[in-house]
């Protein structure tokens, strides 16, 4: 039952995120305006542009959440086997190899 419950708060569409920024933005610069009559002055001032940039950080977060989110695969054709790509290489160091001698070829000079 609250897996249902859950699901009815999921963002799904851009139009849902776009509903969600605006309400938040809403309730951003009402409290925007709070803050302007509680703290009057340069607070004030800092206080509601804090809030309304809240706005931005979070509206950016949440499209691209939603931007990111594709749709499953298809099936393949094999009995529903869809092969994984093979893991991306790193660009780890490696350790060199050893010499045996690691003295320069001077030293074993003999005159």
Do not use: Q
């Not at 605006?22 to 509680?38: F, K, P, Q, S, T």
């Not at 160091?93 to 050893?98: E, G, H, I, V, Y």
């Amino acid at each position: 039952m609250l897996k249902k419950l859950g699901r009815l708060f999921t963002i799904k569409t851009r139009f849902e995120a776009w509903a969600v920024i605006y309400a938040i933005a809403l309730g951003a610069v009402e409290r925007g305006r709070h803050y302007l009559d509680v703290y009057p002055g340069f607070s004030g001032w800092l206080l509601a542009a804090a809030c309304t940039g809240v706005v931005f950080l979070a509206g950016a977060k949440l499209l691209d959440s939603v931007r990111k989110a594709a749709p499953a695969p298809a099936l393949a054709a094999n009995g529903g086997y869809v092969p994984r790509r093979p893991m991306e290489r790193r660009n780890r160091p490696t350790a060199r190899p050893r010499r045996r001698f690691s003295e320069s070829r001077t030293s074993h000079r003999t005159n």
